[in-house]
């Protein structure tokens, strides 16, 4: 064997690697897309691999009968709450952190690090006794803040590392003409941020609407989608929806993530880099 | 130049502590006083209430074992495929775009997906009928089969949140410099060398966050299981969401919280220990 024989073994086998991974990542996504839509004699034939006759019945039962696209409407409005509460104070704290020095920077910035690892199962069960007193059960506003904790300390690191990367002379120079530190930060950081502000924006998104246990916790009619996927799912051993439902469920639940990498795919690494480290 | 002030980065940073703090400190407390209270007076009640039900143990157990299967399967082959990633071919933003995909996917939506491809129905069991590698299905799912299931979730979690420990490792893969390695060439060292003597233990802090980072989330572990399994493989949050929801004993429910809380302290203050000694390394 020469050794253009061997280099070219070499990148057969490596292409194969590759393919083989992306193939058990993205497989799995295109069956669900196919079964959710996919006609119930089709999915029980056990000849037919991938389905041939298609329907929307599914996604439609479960967006109207069961009630998705009030989740959904109520999942939306969590995340957005999310969002905009956990930038309000994410976004201070992680300018602090990026442009000044001072003491004990390194414990509160470590201590932040931490709290992210705080188990939401651990904050939820006795957060609903606290809610029941104040009437925040079953309010979505309730969920957004409990949301609010999950997703802050993200907030603060990725808000940080975007704004260390916004030039401090810029900002220098705008309050040597006259501007105020405030003014300065919302005329010059933030315009400047805002593509990273996005990405992060649509991170926090994400987050909030992926989370199942402390929606299924708090509330009871006001569900998010998770929380009443779950509650219509729960257990696929007690069966208790029919499995095209399920796969009809999987790609609603999907499809905002999809667009999500869309959309912030040049931020993707960086930030799953800054929030995992 | 950094700008030095006295109060004002204080006061920027604490609105967001004092609400992490909050909601930190106050289910903490709430929690112990649920489980060690009753009427009003310090009790054991609801500890031995807990610890006497088989399931408390199996939950503890099942939790720990679904970690221990997966967390360092998925570092395995996390490194593995961070080895393999880390160099220039066609394609490879293509590969890596579809290798992060499962970041942004919720545990109930793997769930479900996994339950696409395992189910008697699903794909993997018609793929496998139709090529002739197996005569009938093969059963994931049902009480019965609670050791496939045990698979299912192993299977479905693997395929969910190893591309988080890849991002990391692929991270610090990319922070090796070059030079290390290219002067382990120049004294003729090959690949298996370089990798045993430079790469992996240069990574070495990068796996072990990975290792902590997957094994913390590990302890909480809920949507992926209760879709696949339900109550047939008992875990913490599980159990304590059955607890809280069905049984709406909030002293049990708070125990099973105070247990995820205790073994992620652990977990937690190993990982802050050795952060902290990385970060004073890269200071020096």
Known sequence: ?277 | MKVKASYLPYLLILPAFAYLMFFVGYPLIQALYLAFTENGAFSLATVNRTISDPRFWDALKYTIGLAAVIVPTQVGLALVLALVMNRAFKGKDLALYALIIPLTISDVAAGLIWYAMLSPSGFLNKLFLNIGLINNPVYFFGYQFRHMEFLAIVLAELWRATAIVFVIILAGLQMISPEYLEAAEVFGADYWTKLRKIVIPLLKPSIQSALIIRTLFAMQVFGIVWILAGRDIPILAGEGFYQLTEIKDYGVASIYALTIAALSIVLGAMYIKFMKAEYLEVKE
């Open chain 1, 1 to 277: 064997m020469n050794e253009k024989t061997k280099f070219m073994l070499k990148q057969i086998a490596f292409y194969t690697f590759v393919f083989t991974v992306v193939a058990w990542i993205v497989v799995p996504l295109i069956v669900v897309a196919l079964y959710a839509f996919s006609s119930k004699l089709d999915y029980y034939d056990p000849s037919k691999i991938i389905p041939f006759h298609y329907t929307k019945q599914w996604v439609y039962t479960l967006l109207f009968t069961l009630r998705a696209l009030d989740a959904i409407k109520n999942s939306i409005i969590v995340a957005v709450l999310t969002i905009i509460i956990s930038f309000a104070l994410g976004i201070p704290a992680g300018y602090a952190i990026a442009k000044f020095i001072f003491p004990a920077k390194d414990t509160i910035k470590l201590s932040i690090v931490a709290l992210r690892m705080f188990p939401i199962p651990v904050m939820a069960i006795p957060l609903v006794v606290l809610y029941i007193r104040l009437n925040l059960i079953d309010t979505l506003l309730g969920v957004a803040l409990a949301h609010t904790a999950m997703a802050l300390p993200f907030v603060v690191l990725i808000t940080s590392s975007i704004f260390a990367g916004v030039s401090t002379e810029l900002e220098e120079a705008a309050m040597v003409f006259g501007l105020t530190r405030l003014g300065a930060f919302l005329r010059i950081t933030l315009p400047l941020a805002l593509p990273g502000l996005a990405a992060a924006a649509m991170f926090t998104f994400v987050m909030s609407w992926n989370e199942v246990f402390v929606a299924s916790v708090l509330t009871l009619q006001h569900r998010t989608l998770p929380a009443q996927i779950l509650s219509i799912m729960a257990g696929a051993s007690g069966g208790a929806a029919p499995d095209y439902y399920k796969f009809a469920a999987a790609f609603i639940m999907m499809l905002p993530a999809m667009l999500f990498i869309f959309f912030a795919r040049k931020y993707l690494i960086t930030m799953w880099g800054i929030t995992l480290k």
